[in-house]
């Protein structure tokens, strides 16, 4: 059972050039989740999916693009990477019912020159 | 203003003591809250969750939510350095939005 799986898990990308994160999940979730987390910025929320179907800003949306693309898949597009962006990137899932835990992937660290 | 706060730490706590972190919340739909243990480089990982006022207690955590002051805490007793890590709080709202605060760092020293 792999649980929440990204890729890449490194990646280093030169400014204005554009890539997707991809993130996966086998627990038959609802709702996922893209954060990015910064030194002593805990974890910003960029973009979250409630449920197939639906994708919401967080508080962190902008230079961002998400797609739900099914219920396992939710990925998170850089269309022109600024150094700004560089970050450690987490995925989460859960199950969507209130009251339960989210589960993270192992996160992908990305750095823009 | 972020939805959850974190403005504790870092925290630096002797073996065996209680550490104390702490957390308030600014959106009164959020329902449940949850605290995860973060080690360098790697992911967060669930200590606790809680969603009625009141404590609740596993093993050596207790964790305490007050929804009218908007607060929650997260007691450590018998602290391990093994406990040295960041402790994030998080707040999750009836629209499924999943929040975390900055983080508290704490490190237990032997």
């Known amino acids: 059972n792999a649980g929440v799986t990204q890729t890449p898990k490194f990646q280093v990308l030169k400014t204005g050039q554009s890539m997707t994160l991809q993130c996966a999940q086998d627990m038959n979730h609802n709702s996922m989740y893209w954060y990015r987390q910064d030194p002593g910025m805990g974890l910003r929320l960029i973009y979250y999916?409630?449920?197939?179907?639906?994708?919401d800003k967080g508080e962190v949306p902008n230079g961002y693009n998400v797609s739900r693309l099914n219920k396992r898949e939710f990925s998170l597009r850089l269309e022109s990477a600024a150094p700004s962006q560089t970050s450690v990137y987490f995925c989460a899932s859960r199950t969507g019912q209130m009251n339960t835990e989210a589960f993270f992937g192992q996160g992908t660290r990305l750095t823009v020159v | 203003q972020k939805e959850v706060e974190q403005n504790s730490g870092p925290l630096s706590v002797p073996e065996g003591a209680i550490a104390s972190l702490n957390c308030t919340y600014s959106d009164r739909g959020s329902q449940s809250f949850f605290w995860y243990r973060q080690y360098s480089g790697k992911s967060p990982e669930l200590i606790m969750s809680?969603?009625?006022?009141g404590d609740k207690e596993d093993g050596r955590f207790t964790a305490q939510l007050n929804k009218a002051s908007q607060y929650v805490s997260l007691l450590i007793r018998d602290s391990q350095p093994s406990d040295s890590a960041t402790y994030l709080c998080a707040g999750l709202d009836f629209r499924r939005k999943l929040t975390f605060g900055q983080g508290t760092i704490l490190t237990v020293h032997p």
């Open positions: 999916s409630a449920s197939e179907g639906t994708t």
């Open positions: 809680i969603y009625s006022n």
